[in-house]
């Protein structure tokens, strides 16, 4: 049942790749292949099950701050992170600059960029961009996690708006510590090079409440698990995101590099990977495949036994 749905899900997902288009505002990422498509499920009693372009590697990009907010939420607490980014979806695009100045000197959530580079701020100086690379590597279930130095190069050169947002909050006196720093450590993150396994293993761990199926070790706690998917739901698929809860019903963290990583409740970790995006910057084919996977399976968070 899993294996046929998962299937007829990647084959439907497959029929989209043509609407959408590459991200290439970061110059290096416009050279994905827009037909790539990997499904990759992993479930909590051990089983693998995967179609497509799996192994092929790609940069986490944004789903790389579901593990900077994990790692600041164990390591630097709740309250100090909570007093520097709020948890509430914006309705503005990923990089958007708006609200900061207009709305509220503190980020809506953490899972946007200038929410992400505050928490990154606050990783700094305490954490070096190796150290959160191997926690990346068990949390994906994946020792060949490396940095990608042409796109971290790329988005270095070319993330002046995401410079902007930092010296921004700077200028509020939210973020403490080096701008620069808190930028260049952010890139880097947004720069492992990951597949949709990695991504369905990170998925798992989440499933799982935060400890290893592999392992049996707990890698974070429940209750940081719990936040995380909870704004993984509610801010995860960029100003998308309202529309796909709806559809999909999973928390789920998209990134531009055409990757979605989502999880099912105690069942299953998934990821995808399609580089062809939407309109609002979401893997095409990767949500179309996590949209047919629910419906096929009833895995939608609210879907009820009398369905
Ligand atoms: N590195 C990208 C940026 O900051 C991440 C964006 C994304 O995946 O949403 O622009």
């Known amino acids: 049942m899993l294996e046929e749905s998962a299937k007829a899900a990647w084959e439907y997902g497959r029929q989209f790749l043509m609407d959408g288009k590459v991200a290439d505002y970061i110059p290096e990422l416009g050279k994905a292949n827009p037909v790539y498509l990997g499904l990759c499920i992993k479930t909590t009693d051990g089983k693998t099950v995967e179609y497509g372009d799996v192994e092929q590697r790609f940069t986490m990009q944004s789903i790389s701050k579901v593990v900077s907010l994990s790692v600041a939420l164990q390591h630097v607490g709740f309250d100090k992170v909570f007093s520097k980014v709020m948890m509430e979806p914006s309705g503005d695009a990923f990089n958007s600059i708006l609200k900061l100045d207009t709305a509220s000197s503190r980020p809506y959530n953490p899972l946007i960029n200038a929410g992400a580079i505050e928490v990154v701020s606050l990783l ?38 995401n410079r902007s947002i930092a010296y921004l909050l700077k200028s509020k006196d939210v973020l403490e510590g080096d701008p620069l720093a808190a930028c260049d450590l952010y890139f880097r993150l947004c720069s492992m090079n990951v597949n949709a396994r990695s991504l369905a293993g990170m998925g798992l761990v989440l499933a799982n409440g935060g400890v290893s199926p592999a392992t049996g070790e707990r890698l974070l706690s429940a209750q ?24 999909v019903g999973l928390p789920a963290k998209s990134g531009v590099g055409g990757g979605i990583m989502s999880c099912v409740e105690n069942q299953m970790g ?20 996590l949209k047919y996977l629910s419906r096929a399976l009833h895995l939608h968070m609210f879907d009820s036994e009398n369905d």
Request: with cysteine; aromatic share 10%; charged share 25%.
């Open 270 to 289: 998934i990821g995808t990977y399609g580089p062809s995006l939407d309109e609002k910057g979401n893997s095409i084919g990767g949500g179309n495949t």
């Open 124 to 161: 700094a100086p305490q954490f070096s961009f190796e150290q959160i690379l191997d926690f990346t590597k068990e949390l994906c279930m994946d020792d060949e996690i490396t940095l990608n130095e042409s796109v971290y190069h790329s988005e270095e050169r070319t993330g002046d708006r």
């Open 224 to 247: 940081v698990v719990r936040t995380v998917k909870t704004l993984m739901f509610t801010c995860g698929m960029y100003d998308g995101s309202g529309e796909f809860a709806v559809e």
